[in-house]
């Protein structure tokens, strides 16, 4: 499985910014995509996830301002942000917990990263 991120950008606080990953391959299904983030020298954390079953987790943080979906067609998994804020700069990770039709067990995948940078 590879994924690859898009959609990342300089914004103005207050704006907005959609990111799109792409999931490519064959013979699997996907349990679950979303999105981390990592700030210059802080740890990766969940901004959102969303399963197949349609269920979605946010950060606490990102509540009420970025919203998930997907487009299961086409393996592809967006996040709108809206309201941004300068807290929000980092480089965003897109995510993917795949299954293999022909094995057990759950893959995890990580897309290259797409830079959000948020100006005041």
């Known amino acids: 499985v590879q994924l690859q991120a898009s959609g990342g950008g300089l914004v103005q606080a207050g704006g907005s910014l959609r990111l799109s990953c792409a999931a490519s391959?064959?013979?699997?299904?996907?349990?679950?995509m979303g999105w981390y983030r990592q700030a210059p020298g802080k740890q990766r954390d969940l901004v959102a996830t969303?399963?197949?079953?349609?269920?979605?987790n946010f950060a606490d943080s990102v509540m009420g301002r970025f919203t998930v979906s997907r487009d299961n067609a086409k393996n592809t998994v967006y996040l709108q942000m809206n309201s941004l804020k300068p807290e929000d700069t980092a480089v965003y990770y897109c995510?993917?917990?795949?299954?293999?039709?022909?094995?057990?067990?759950?893959?995890?995948?990580w897309g290259q990263g797409t830079q959000v940078t948020v100006s005041s």
């Open positions: 995510n993917a917990r795949v299954r293999y039709y022909s094995s057990y067990g759950e893959y995890q995948y």
């Open positions: 391959g064959s013979g699997f299904s996907i349990n679950v």
């Open positions: 969303l399963t197949s079953g349609g269920s979605t």
